[in-house]
């Protein structure tokens, strides 16, 4: 519970009394400012205790203030990018008493959604989004004839993703009512490689030109209002002759915003002063703010990629409270790629903003001339890599399981069609815990198998993810993936890279009563449950499949022709995973044995940690136990 923590509410000025954005217009600009520090502490020390996404959110403090105190939501409709920077949001919309179970199990979401508030106009995961939907939503409004304000709040790094400008493209072609908040951080995840920014930040703190800009405006404002509108619009056209050599207005106004800034994002006065002025304007407008990731902390400057996402964390170091020894998936597919680039000059490291979230730090540290980071762009990613294989090179796009939906197209188009050998490894296959729904990589299997020409793979343990990767990077007949899951490995020792047959699985307990066909995470728990199985008398056989496709169809026919009773296990969605694939080769082929197909249920699973998931979901040791007796007591239904 929230009294529980160190930090004591009661014992604030301001905070204590603010549950709603209505709260927030009983107090002065000047309250503002020390309701700013109040929120940032009550941030630290709740995220410090249980973890989540704190960067952007300690970033965005002055700014989610301003926006609440000026406009009026829920009426007014704010469409946040992302979600990470919405905690603040959520603090002054009713959420503040539950900010302790954010991200945790029958929690609040860690991102917006709309089934969870009211004030949360539009659901945010994946990056780029909140243009788009900001357009959709002020579209229908007007459709509608309603009055409602739409801000979109979108952070330079999404600013990487094509999807943004095509939304900006259509705004400014429509001309609708719309207020886009441009919060530059100079950050996504790791250093922002929007090429853009440099411009941006060097042209507009050009001192000689705002101090031009605010004399003219501040001049034309004393006159009267029809006099002051008149000057003031002579002056925008004088000023749009300046932006086009000073500022980014060039790039905004050719796409039909009137520009206004750069903003410090950080004076929450200025900021309500500037919203108050500009919120009856007509026309989409463009609100350039400067933030800092991660602002308060002291070590922030040196730990923003580590900010962006944190265990539960010393709030006074930043240190991780605990540790584990056993490395994680992610950072033994770091170094593996690293030891097999310095072997083969022909290996090009590809990522898509997240270089520690997929281990590629350990190239672009050792490698850096073949390490790609290419901003939050996944489909130019892959195409990227598909022009690279052309001419000889071996790609590796290591790209999370969910974020690769993004690029289905050009997996399809300009990879497979074209037998191009690109290596695809999905880090965060299966469920990811607390970042719920947007982010679990629950179709990876099911959206790679249907493409032709796919080899898709999951290791059972950080050894064979170290083959996998380097039998991938051998494969040179197409395109070829690689999923593991999020989290620690299993301890075990790796060996000298071994080239693994394309297709070939492996035994890894012999039985007698039913055979588990278990691919990826799920052959752990697998041998676990048979364990636990023989305890009652039930010798289950433990299959490795390694590959989802192709298929091991010898191993299969002996597994058919042996066990009456079958079951797969996968952590992907059933609906065209693993088990489809089993089972199609059964119906293929004449076999009718009984074939139980388990894993991820057709529904999108909520947030919690991975154990907790996986026991609702009877993907644990103990749950895979359960269903095995349960299928063994049920009678085959036939036609």
């Given at each position: 519970?929230i009294?529980?923590?160190?930090f ?10 603010i ?6 217009k ?8 020390e309701?700013s520090d ?9 995220i410090?205790?249980?973890g989540?996404h704190?960067?952007?959110?300690l ?8 926006l609440?105190y000026?406009?009026n939501?829920?009426q007014?409709?704010?469409?946040w ?6 905690y603040?949001?959520k603090i002054?919309?009713?959420?503040k ?11 609040i ?7 969870e508030?009211?004030y ?14 900001s ?6 409004r ?8 739409v801000?979109s709040i979108?952070?330079?790094g ?13 705004i ?11 919060n530059?951080?100079k950050m ?9 920014q ?10 000689s ?9 501040n ?5 009267d ?21 000073l500022t ?12 206004f800034?750069?903003?410090n994002?950080?004076n929450?006065?200025n ?32 730990h ?9 964390f ?6 991780e ?19 097999l ?6 290996i ?21 001339e073949r390490y790609?980071d290419?901003?939050?762009?996944e489909?130019h ?10 001419e000889?090179?071996?790609p590796?796009?290591?790209?999370y ?7 289905f197209?050009q ?14 490894v999905?880090?965060?296959g299966?469920?990811?815990?607390a ?5 679990h990589g ?22 064979e993810?170290?083959n ?15 999923r593991?899951?999020r ?10 890279f071994?080239q ?10 012999e ?6 066909l278990?691919?990826?995470?799920m052959?752990?728990n697998?041998m676990?449950?048979a ?9 289950a ?9 192709p ?17 797969t ?8 995973g693993?088990g ?13 044995n009984d ?10 699973i909520?947030?919690?940690k ?19 007796v ?10």
């Amino acid at each position: 519970m929230i009294d529980e923590f160190k930090f004591d509410i009661n014992n604030t000025k301001f905070l204590k009394d603010i549950e709603y954005p209505s709260d927030l217009k009983k107090l002065s600009l000047p309250d503002l400012r020390e309701l700013s520090d109040e929120l940032r502490d009550f941030l630290m020390d709740t995220i410090s205790r249980i973890g989540g996404h704190l960067g952007s959110s300690l970033g965005v403090v002055e700014l989610t203030l301003a926006l609440h105190y000026v406009f009026n939501a829920p009426q007014d409709k704010m469409i946040w990018d992302v979600g990470h920077q919405g905690y603040i949001h959520k603090i002054l919309t009713g959420r503040k008493k539950l900010l302790h179970t954010i991200r945790q199990k029958g929690g609040i979401s860690g991102f917006l959604k709309r089934t969870e508030s009211e004030y949360d106009a539009f659901g945010a995961g994946h990056a780029t989004t909140s243009l788009s939907a900001s357009l959709g939503i002020a579209t229908a409004r007007d459709f509608q004839k309603k009055k409602f304000k739409v801000i979109s709040i979108i952070g330079d790094g999404s600013m990487t993703g094509g999807m943004a400008y095509e939304a900006m493209n259509n705004i400014g072609l429509l001309k609708k009512d719309m207020i886009v908040v441009l919060n530059d951080n100079k950050m996504s995840i790791a250093p922002n490689v929007w090429s853009l920014q440099n411009y941006f930040v060097d042209l507009m703190l050009n001192e000689s030109y705002n101090r031009l800009r605010n004399k003219i405006w501040n001049l034309t404002g004393k006159v009267d209002k029809k006099n002051s509108d008149r000057l003031r619009a002579m002056a925008a056209k004088i000023e749009g002759g300046l932006k086009g050599v000073l500022t980014p207005g060039m790039l905004f106004e050719a796409l039909g915003f009137r520009y206004f800034g750069p903003i410090n994002g950080h004076n929450v006065v200025n900021l309500v002063k500037t919203f108050e002025e500009i919120k009856n304007f007509s026309g989409p407008l463009l609100v350039h703010v400067f933030t800092e990731k991660g602002k308060g902390p002291s070590y922030a400057p040196k730990h923003y990629q580590k900010l962006h996402a944190l265990n539960p964390f010393d709030k006074t170091t930043g240190i991780e409270l605990k540790k584990s020894t056993i490395p994680a998936y992610t950072s033994v597919f770091g170094e593996a790629l690293v030891e097999l680039a310095k072997k083969d000059d022909k290996i090009i490291a590809i990522t898509a903003a997240m270089p520690d979230g997929t281990g590629l730090n350990k190239m672009k540290e050792a490698i850096p001339e073949r390490y790609f980071d290419v901003g939050i762009a996944e489909q130019h990613a892959v195409t990227f890599a598909a022009g690279l294989s052309t001419e000889g090179f071996t790609p590796v796009v290591a790209i999370y399981s969910t974020f690769l939906q993004r690029a289905f197209d050009q997996i399809i188009h300009d990879v497979a069609t074209q037998k191009l050998s690109v290596v695809f490894v999905l880090d965060r296959g299966g469920l990811v815990g607390a970042d719920g729904p947007t982010h679990h990589g629950s179709f990876d299997l099911s959206y790679l198998r249907m493409i032709p020409g796919m080899v898709i793979m999951a290791p059972k343990d950080e050894g064979e993810l170290r083959n996998m990767l380097y039998t991938a990077t051998l494969y040179k007949r197409g395109p070829i993936a690689l999923r593991y899951p999020r989290g620690n490995a299993l301890g075990v020792e790796s060996g000298a890279f071994k080239q693994l047959e394309i297709g070939k699985g492996e035994v890894v307990k012999e039985g007698n009563d039913i055979a588990i066909l278990a691919v990826g995470s799920m052959v752990h728990n697998s041998m676990k449950a048979a364990e636990a199985l023989e305890e009652r008398g039930i010798s289950a056989e433990v299959v490795n499949m390694r590959f989802v496709k192709p298929l091991d169809s010898e191993l299969l026919r002996r597994v058919f022709e042996k066990f009456e009773k079958v079951i797969t296990i996968e952590e992907n969605s059933i609906l065209g995973g693993f088990g489809s694939a089993v089972s199609e080769f059964a119906e293929q082929y004449g076999y009718k044995n009984d074939i139980l197909i388990h894993g991820l249920p057709d529904k999108f699973i909520e947030h919690g940690k991975p154990e907790e998931l996986h026991s609702d979901l009877k993907l644990d040791a103990k749950g895979i136990v359960e269903t095995v007796v349960e299928f063994l007591m049920r009678k085959k239904v036939t036609s």
